[in-house]
C-alpha cells in the first residue's frame, strides 16, 4: 500500500524540526493541522510558525506534483487564526516518487539522506501578485536546505521594506526633534557633530539617530524582548529627545 502524503508531510515536519533548535517544538513545526487559517478550514501540508518572525506555509507533492505550485500561490494573504499573522510567504515542495513506497524509519531516513527534493519560494500577499523564486525551474536539494529556506521565508520582502519605511520615517522625526534642543543645549549639537566627524547638520542628526537606533535594536536582541524592537526603539528615542528638549 502506497504512503499517503499526510504521512510524508508529518515525516518531513518532524526532520525540519531537528534542523533548528527553535523549531523542536510541534507548535511551531506543524503538519496537517485544520482550523489553523481565519474563515475557512483550508489545512496547509506544514506550518511554520516561529516567533517574532512571519509564518511559513510548505506546501509538497509527490512527483509529479501538478497542483503543488497553485496551492503554494494559494496560500499568500491568508491569516493565522491564532494571532492574525499573515501569510506572505510560501513554498512548493516536489517531493521523490521513492517516498510513496516508504514509511516510518525507513521513510525519515530517506528524506533525510535525498537531495533529490525540489523547491520553489513565493512571496507577495496575494495569489495573483506574487514574486516566485527561481523564476523557472526549480531549485533541488536536500532537508537541510528546505530548511534554509524556509528560515529566510521568514522575513520577506514586504517586511524588510516596510521596517525599512519606518526606520526612515523614526529616524526622521528623532532628529527633527533634535532640534528643539539647539537654543537650550548649543554645544549639545555641537558635540554630536565633533563625535562624528561632521558639521552640525540634518544630514548629521539623522546619522546620530540612526546610531542610537540601531544601539537600541542591539540591546533589546541582547534582552530578547517580546515586543516589536523597531517600532519600540524608535519610540523610546522620540521620548528620550523629548526629555532633553524639557
Not at 39 to 51: F, M
Not at 124 to 134: A, V
Amino acid at each position: 500500500m502506497a504512503t499517503t502524503e499526510h504521512t510524508i508531510n508529518d515525516a518531513i515536519a518532524n526532520a525540519l524540526r531537528t534542523t533548528r533548535h527553535g523549531w523542536n517544538d510541534e507548535k511551531v513545526v506543524r503538519s496537517e493541522n485544520t482550523g489553523t487559517l481565519t474563515g475557512n478550514s483550508k489545512r496547509p501540508d506544514i506550518l511554520v510558525t516561529e516567533d517574532g518572525v512571519s509564518p511559513v506555509v510548505i506546501e509538497t507533492e509527490v512527483l509529479p506534483a501538478i497542483t503543488v505550485e497553485p496551492e503554494a500561490k494559494d496560500r499568500l494573504g491568508e491569516t493565522l487564526r491564532l494571532n492574525g499573522r499573515a501569510i506572505l510567504s510560501s513554498i512548493a515542495v516536489r517531493t521523490p516518487e521513492g517516498f510513496r513506497k516508504l514509511s516510518g524509519t525507513a521513510l525519515a531516513d530517506e528524506i533525510a539522506k535525498t537531495e533529490d527534493m525540489e523547491f520553489a519560494l513565493f512571496t507577495g500577499n496575494k495569489p495573483d501578485d506574487c514574486t516566485r523564486w527561481p523564476l523557472k525551474g526549480w531549485i533541488k536539494g536536500s532537508i537541510s536546505d528546505l530548511s534554509v529556506l524556509a528560515q529566510a521565508a521568514t522575513v520577506p520582502p514586504a517586511i524588510v521594506e516596510n521596517a525599512a519605511d519606518e526606520l526612515m520615517l523614526g529616524v526622521t522625526q528623532a532628529a527633527g526633534q533634535l532640534e528643539g534642543i539647539e537654543k537650550s543645549y548649543p554645544v549639545a549639537l555641537d558635540l554630536i557633530a565633533e563625535a562624528l566627524c561632521q558639521e552640525d547638520s540634518d544630514q548629521t542628526r539623522r546619522m546620530a539617530t540612526t546610531i542610537l537606533a540601531n544601539a537600541f535594536v542591539f540591546h533589546e536582541n541582547l534582552a530578547h524582548g517580546l515586543y516589536s524592537f523597531l517600532g519600540r526603539n524608535i519610540l523610546s528615542f522620540k521620548r528620550y529627545a523629548s526629555e532633553v528638549r524639557s
